[in-house]
């Protein structure tokens, strides 16, 4: 079993930043992929950011230069990162952390719970 503990949202202004957090925690995992998803009211979740285990990375276009995501996996911390500059409105949405890998030789696909970020125009 793996959870996933996010943080870091709230309400800013457009223009100002935030960094969201999520930390998988657990046992007898590792994790491959780690991904930011978002859903804002009346949308369909949509992929904004993911990061494999080499480090390679790949953003929404509606995010490019804006947000950065990122992963910790020193001492087996299993943290990823999404800086998110120049915040929009139409980046108000919640946000989750998506991870997947492999469990005792199964594949294993967790959501983290969500954390809302509000952008004010």
């Known amino acids: 079993q793996v959870q996933l503990v996010e943080s870091g949202g709230g309400l800013v202004r457009a223009g100002e930043s935030l960094r969201l957090s999520c930390t998988a925690s657990?046992?007898?995992?590792?994790?491959?992929?780690m991904r930011w998803y978002r859903q804002a009211p009346g949308k369909q979740r949509e992929l904004v950011a993911g990061i494999s285990s080499g480090g390679s990375t790949n953003y929404a276009d509606s995010v490019k230069g804006r947000f950065t995501i990122s992963r910790d996996n020193a001492n087996a911390k299993n943290t990823v990162y999404l800086q998110m500059n120049s915040l929009k409105s139409e980046d108000t949405a919640v946000y989750y952390c998506n991870v997947d890998g492999t469990s005792r030789s199964a594949w294993i696909h967790y959501w983290g719970q969500g954390t809302q970020v509000t952008v004010s125009s």
């Open positions: 657990g046992s007898s995992f590792s994790i491959a992929n």
